[in-house]
T-cell receptor, first 114, second 114 residues
Framework: DTGVSQDPRHKITKRGQNVTFRCDPISEHNRLYWYRQTLGQGPEFLTYFQNEAQLEKSRLLSDRFSAERPKGSFSTLEIQRTEQGDSAMYLC????????????FGPGTRLTVL | AQSVAQPEDQVNVAEGNPLTVKCTYSVSGNPYLFWYVQYPNRGLQFLLKYITGDNLVKGSYGFEAEFNKSQTSFHLKKPSALVSDSALYFCAVSPNTGFQKLVFGTGTRLLVSP
């Protein structure tokens, strides 16, 4: 399978714990995006990388959130001191740096904060 | 600011009948428009996109969408619905300059009955 992969698929944690998610984009894609989707809503943009550079961050991305893409390949999204409001599906997408970005999404990581 | 409206939470159609899922958008300048489909506990799958040119765009699985600039709409259509088309459909818009963040609507659930 050469699509976008995410790990883990599900994560249950207690409030206050730190969690880290991983995204592996399609191999030749140099753009990588993180989105968050809550129940009944469409995905909302969190952050964007072109190669290893983080070029854009949403206001939704509080100080407790950090994302990295150290070698321009896979990316990690860490949430520190999780809160119940962080419960959501975290989606990763990747694309080629073309004139028109077509973003291809992974299956997501569902986070439940108890 | 960009925005997308999907006015119907759910669309019900009988198998074999034509279907339409509505989407209107607001964006500065000319838009790039996308439709994605989401199956339960899965990520989003790309269906089709409008960039420029012909207002009728054809995509995967027999879906098509019609861009109407005067009505700022991008409705998704299919001539003959299948039960397997039942899923959650998202319309998204991005600007055609600079960073192409996707802004999604809230989604429309399509239910195709046998």
């Amino acid at each position: 399978d050469t699509g976008v992969s995410q790990d883990p698929r599900h994560k249950i944690t207690k409030r206050g714990q730190n969690v880290t998610f991983r995204c592996d984009p399609i191999s030749e894609h140099n753009r990588l995006y993180w989105y968050r989707q809550t129940l009944g809503q469409g995905p909302e943009f969190l952050t964007y990388f072109q190669n290893e550079a983080q070029l854009e961050k949403s206001r939704l991305l509080s100080d407790r959130f950090s994302a990295e893409r150290p070698k321009g390949s896979f990316s990690t999204l860490e949430i520190q001191r999780t809160e119940q409001g962080d419960s959501a599906m975290y989606l990763c997408a990747s694309s080629l740096a073309e004139v028109v970005d077509t973003q291809y999404f992974g299956p997501g990581t569902r986070l439940t904060v108890l | 600011a960009q925005s997308v409206a999907q006015p119907e939470d759910q669309v019900n159609v009988a198998e074999g009948n034509p279907l339409t899922v509505k989407c209107t958008y607001s964006v500065s300048g000319n838009p790039y428009l996308f439709w994605y489909v989401q199956y339960p506990n899965r990520g989003l799958q790309f269906l089709l996109k409008y960039i420029t040119g012909d207002n009728l765009v054809k995509g995967s699985y027999g879906f098509e969408a019609e861009f109407n600039k005067s009505q700022t709409s991008f409705h998704l259509k299919k001539p003959s619905a299948l039960v397997s088309d039942s899923a959650l459909y998202f319309c998204a818009v991005s600007p055609n300059t600079g960073f192409q963040k996707l802004v999604f609507g809230t989604g429309t659930r399509l239910l195709v009955s046998p």
